[in-house]
């Protein structure tokens, strides 16, 4: 029996996924939405809170910073209410409401920035306002996902173990991630490359992301994606990247959720269209095993990627992105 249901982080299941357009691509999904708060994001929340406990970095008196779209800023808020630790959670007006519903319930202060950045996002004016509030106060510890080596450890040393361990015989071929922050696909690849040396990670993103030298837009659905190259990449051992449109990342979704009664959040059905992509135009004569990560739950997207008159409106943006930016 647990004694509080946020040590039940990692060891989330793995489902097969056949697909009759991708006979001999085996895809294997980790679901990382079993995780406490529904998201792989609970897994750096715990790692770093804790070790920064540990290690003296942070004490009882210290406020915890960070900016988040979503998923990283609910797992953090909990997880620093676990540990009695005040936080700070600089989100935007596109934070989905549920997600700041959540971060205000687990007694997280929310500073939401309304005014766009030249790239018409909101990142960089969240970090903008924790610098600013870096240099006035001297109890803040910013927890920087974009750049704490501790972020990259987290998924080293949980899921990108179990990648390991779980992937049929053990043997690794293909990993598929989706990229935002950077932290998840810098410490998986590194495991990975470490036990399976031919493995090959592939990175998944979002036209209008600027992390692989794309011109930044305008983009919609948060958690893939971003409009600064995250600096915790430099440790990413990544063989290729796919790039994939909002509305691919829709149809993915509810193709997910109507044939494997999956009901999976945004990134995750990026992933899922950069594997149905990058295999496309290359024959494959013989079965292929495909590890890929799906990062949060659907529920969080009900007013978004599964609202038909939202995704109507995101159809639209997409083909002219695709266009654009290709």
Aim: charged residues 25%; aromatic residues 8%.
């Amino acid at each position: 029996m647990l004694s509080n249901i946020l040590s039940k982080v990692g060891n989330t299941p793995v489902v097969s996924i056949r697909s009759e357009s991708m006979p001999n691509i085996r895809v294997f999904a980790k679901l990382e939405f079993y995780n406490p708060t529904g998201s792989v994001k609970d897994r750096a929340a715990c790692y770093i809170i804790n070790r920064a406990l540990n290690e003296g970095i942070i004490n009882k008196n210290t406020v915890i910073i960070e900016s988040s779209s979503g998923n990283f800023g609910v797992a953090l808020s909990a997880h620093a209410k676990l540990n009695g630790l005040r936080f700070i959670c600089v989100i935007d007006k596109n934070t989905l409401p549920v997600n700041e519903m959540l971060i205000k319930l687990h007694g997280a202060e929310i500073i939401k920035i309304t005014e766009p950045d030249k790239y018409g996002g909101y990142l960089m004016n969240r970090i903008k306002k924790i610098k600013e509030l870096l240099h006035e106060r001297k109890d803040l510890y910013w927890v920087n996902q974009y750049g704490n080596p501790l972020n990259s450890e987290a998924y080293y040393s949980s899921l990108g173990k179990e990648i390991c361990r779980e992937a049929p015989r053990q043997h690794v071929e293909y990993v598929f991630m989706g990229v935002s922050s950077g932290g998840t696909i810098s410490g998986v690849s590194r495991r990975v490359k470490e036990e399976n040396p031919n493995a090959k990670i592939i990175a998944v993103d979002i036209y209008g992301s600027v992390i692989f030298g794309g011109r930044a837009k305008k983009r919609y659905i948060p958690g893939i994606g971003s409009s600064m190259k995250p600096s915790i990449l430099e440790e990413a051992l990544i063989d290729d990247v796919i790039m994939v449109s909002e509305y691919e990342t829709i149809l993915s979704c509810k193709e997910i959720l109507e044939k494997q009664s999956i009901f999976v959040g945004g990134s995750s059905g990026s992933v899922y269209a950069g594997i149905a992509k990058y295999f496309r135009n290359i024959e494959v004569n013989q079965p292929i095993n495909v590890m890929c990560i799906f990062a949060d739950r659907g529920e969080r997207y009900i007013e978004t990627i599964y609202n038909e008159k939202w995704c109507e409106r995101i159809k639209e943006h997409s083909e002219v992105m695709k266009t654009v930016l290709k």
